[in-house]
């Protein structure tokens, strides 16, 4: 039968086949069709827009369309058929656009130019919307809007590459800072995850630098400027919907550029006390000490161990809207509502910051943090001033008795710095293990007495792993990434000053001041480390290397 047929009308038989059969052609009819149809809906609404005979011009449009297309399926050669077809439809297009263009205002008018730069235009639109939706990382601005994605031959897209490497290695491994050095050799890159710089494989310098101005120009920085340090912000949204802020720091010098990108700084510094990390008998201190009114606390520990956040956390405790709270600060590192914050005057002296501190300090206020201690001048007035305003003052000392030295030196009067002091809080950042993928073991006799550790209080401790098996196969932990630990959390040692231990301390007794603490159980920064230890929340090759770092 098939052959009779093919007799009787082999061409048209075998046109048809070949139609029917092909891939391309039917999806060129469906796109002629698609965009036909989109360019109908276009002169539709304009026409009815400077009302030109909206009616009249619909039945044109669906006129060519039938003759158009009627005339591609039935024209027996598809490369005959479809040429045909597109003057058909683009005809009766340009002679719409010769009738509007003859009723509407001069500055209205449509060219060639115009048609193939607007569809050009929606072109893009989609192409970016696609880049859009398949980017792991997204810009946003200020309102939290996604901003374009560089893609195909745009020269900005391999910094954009770079930029969502680095942000999807460092955002889910918790990273709180990005440093980035270029050089003309070479550049590394270096993420900060828990307190930890683990280096990762830099690409080329120049690749770098590119990354290092595409930022600086979203971050609104001056291009132009590669010399002196700038500041800005950026947002982000990771694949999962996470949204991070990023301040931006960059510099250059004769020798290198560098690029500082700090990940979410203010969520870092917004943690209430309770989840600081202290342990149930220093939380009844703490909570005593903000119960009570003036005096100064002493924030001892070395840089990076979290004090500012300890220090904000104690300050967030008062209520700015019954009782006067202030800062005086180099800058303001977390904005806590209620609270005046004042920062330095830029490039003033010392003489001049002091006055502008005593200033401030008329005011009366009822607490007041400041975020440096500048001279022995200042110390004074502090000291003067604590009967009636409390203070929280960091002092870069390695534990509480080192700290309560350095006060009483910058001071200069032993009883008027013993009396002005109400605690000493010192403290170190342990990290976390992972708790998906910690690994329980029994520990060792002689070492736990070597810790200090009581044997018979210890069933078992744990230690970092970075393993976890699915379906008998072992692979890195899905939640740390490998690393062993997640987060951190800050070990304290708390002094309290009451009237027994200001007598020791005005009178220089150390060794009476130690056995007072003591005996009021005073925990010392070992031994709170080491409850982590106990807990489960840590292990001790942790515990070892940040009390061996920090002293």
């Not at 050089?183 to 995850?193: G, N, P, V, Y």
């Not at 595409?214 to 912000?233: P, V």
């Not at 489960?536 to 009390?547: A, H, L, N, Q, W």
């Amino acid at each position: 039968m098939i052959d009779l047929l093919a007799q009787a009308d082999g061409p048209t038989y075998q046109a048809q086949a070949v139609f029917l059969m092909s891939i391309a052609k039917p999806i060129l009819l469906l796109v002629t069709l698609a965009l036909w149809a989109y360019l109908v809906g276009r002169l539709d609404k304009d026409a009815a827009y400077y009302y030109l005979k909206r009616n009249q011009w619909s039945v044109a449009h669906i006129g060519a369309g039938i003759l158009g297309f009627g005339l591609l399926l039935m024209v027996p050669i598809f490369w005959i058929g479809w040429p045909v077809a597109m003057i058909i439809l683009a005809g009766e297009a340009f002679g719409y656009m010769s009738y509007r263009n003859a009723h509407v205002p001069a500055d209205a008018r449509w060219s060639a130019a115009d048609i193939v730069k607007a569809v050009q235009g929606k072109l893009k639109e989609k192409e970016d919307e696609r880049a859009k939706n398949k980017a792991t990382i997204k810009l946003l601005d200020k309102s939290e809007a996604p901003l374009d994605v560089p893609h195909g031959s745009d020269p900005r897209t391999p910094a954009f590459e770079l930029f969502s490497s680095m942000i999807a290695f460092a955002v889910p491994r918790g990273a709180d800072m990005i440093d980035i050095t270029i050089d003309s050799e070479k550049a590394s890159f270096i993420a900060r995850i828990d307190g930890v710089r683990y280096s990762q494989e830099a690409p080329e310098p120049q690749l770098c630098l590119q990354l290092n101005e595409y930022l600086k120009e979203h971050a609104g920085m001056d291009l132009e400027d590669r010399r002196r340090k700038q500041t800005g912000k950026m947002w982000v949204e990771l694949e999962n919907g996470s949204k991070h802020t990023l301040s931006l720091a960059t510099s250059g010098s004769t020798r290198a550029v560098t690029l500082s990108i700090e990940i979410d700084p203010d969520g870092r510094l917004d943690v209430p006390t309770e989840h600081l990390g202290l342990l149930a008998p220093q939380r009844q201190r703490v909570e005593e000490l903000l119960a009570s009114e003036g005096k100064v606390v002493i924030f001892a520990s070395p840089p990076s161990c979290g004090t500012t956040t300890s220090m904000y956390a104690f300050l967030q405790k008062h209520d700015p809207y019954t009782s006067s709270v202030m800062t005086y600060e180099k800058k303001v590192a977390f904005e806590v509502e209620g609270v005046s914050h004042n920062i330095h005057t830029e490039g003033a002296s010392n003489e001049q910051l002091l006055s502008q501190f005593a200033a401030l300090l008329r005011a009366d206020p009822e607490v007041m943090m400041v975020s440096n201690l500048m001279n022995s001048d200042m110390a004074e007035i502090i000291a003067k001033t604590a009967e009636d305003t409390r203070f929280y003052l960091p002092i870069p000392a390695k534990n509480t008795l080192s700290a309560l030295k350095m006060w009483i030196k910058v001071v200069g009067d032993t009883r008027l710095a013993a009396g002005s002091l109400g605690a000493i809080v010192s403290q170190r950042l342990v990290r976390r293990l992972c708790h998906t993928c910690r690994a329980p073991y029994q520990p060792d006799a002689a070492a736990l007495k070597k810790l200090n550790v009581p044997a018979n209080q210890v069933n078992q401790l744990y230690k970092g792993s970075g393993k976890v098996v699915v379906k008998d196969r072992e692979m890195p932990c899905p939640d740390c990434h490998g690393l062993k630990y997640r987060g951190r959390v800050a070990v304290f040692e708390i002094m309290t000053i009451d009237k027994q231990a200001e007598g020791y301390i005005a009178s220089g007794e150390g060794e009476r001041l130690r056995a007072h603490l003591r005996k009021n159980r005073m925990v010392y920064l070992q031994e709170a480390a080491l409850a982590k230890v106990v807990e489960g929340i840590s292990d001790i090759k942790e515990v070892t290397r940040v009390m061996g770092e920090k002293g």
